[in-house]
T-cell receptor, first 109, second 116 residues
Framework: GQNIDQPTEMTATEGAIVQINCTYQ??????LFWYQQHAGEAPTFLSYNVLDGLEEKGRFSSFLSRSKGYSYLLLKELQMKDSASYLCAVLDSNYQLIWGAGTKLIIKP | EAEVAQSPRYKITEKSQAVAFWCDPI?????LYWYRQILGQGPELLVQ????????DSQLPKDRFSAERLKGVDSTLKIQPAELGDSAMYLCASTHRGSENYNEQFFGPGTRLTVL
């Protein structure tokens, strides 16, 4: 079966750095996405990785290791508005998105 | 900036009633997705359209759910009869292209369904 694992909840302090991990086992791989979802709202795109390595975009970075079936999202200089759920999703061999359950990130002052 | 439109934003209904949701994707986006998201879980694909054709509806409970995209533009998702377990957020998303050369999915604001 296909499976994506990420922590259910994480807590971090405003101004700090947090890393959200995602491991996956899917039938094929055509890329990994990170989405941000605020409570009651739709997911919004953060990043896409298809090759190994680190992609940096402002305060957010995403890393991929295909051999390990592993990715992480790194958030720097945390702000209160970063409190949200972060969803990891993998595009499988049929180009279908397989979604993780999301990690709820709580930012404390 | 172009957006995916959905209506209604909120719907409260009683079990056994019929409900319908509407989605208008970004202009020019050929691929349209309907997802169901239960609180605390990731989105679950219900149906995928490429233009007016269904590409994948393997997870759609066809005894009560139906979806159409007659002219390959906007789409309607219907539930009849609604059950208590259908309470969820129903998300519509669209992409510029289909199964190859994947682009990011753009989501609408969703319809929050509560079945009493």
């Amino acid at each position: 079966g296909q499976n994506i694992d990420q922590p259910t909840e994480m807590t971090a302090t405003e101004g700090a750095i947090v890393q959200i991990n995602c491991t996956y086992q899917t039938s094929g791989f055509n890329g990994l996405f990170w989405y941000q979802q605020h409570a009651g709202e739709a997911p919004t795109f953060l990043s896409y990785n298809v090759l190994d390595g680190l992609e940096e975009k402002g305060r957010f970075s995403s890393f991929l290791s295909r051999s390990k079936g592993y990715s992480y999202l790194l958030l720097k200089e945390l702000q209160m508005k970063d409190s949200a759920s972060y969803l990891c999703a993998v595009l499988d061999s049929n180009y279908q998105l397989i979604w993780g359950a999301g990690t709820k990130l709580i930012i404390k002052p | 900036e172009a957006e995916v439109a959905q209506s209604p934003r909120y719907k409260i209904t009683e079990k056994s009633q019929a409900v319908a949701f509407w989605c208008d994707p970004i202009s020019g986006h050929a691929t349209l997705y309907w997802y169901r998201q239960i609180l605390g879980q990731g989105p679950e694909l219900l149906v995928q359209f490429q233009d007016e054709s269904v590409v994948d509806d393997s997870q759609l409970p066809k005894d009560r759910f139906s979806a159409e995209r007659l002219k390959g533009v906007d789409s309607t998702l219907k539930i009849q009869p609604a059950e208590l377990g259908d309470s969820a957020m129903y998300l519509c998303a669209s992409t510029h292209r289909g199964s190859e050369n994947y682009n990011e999915q753009f989501f609408g604001p969703g319809t929050r369904l509560t079945v009493l």
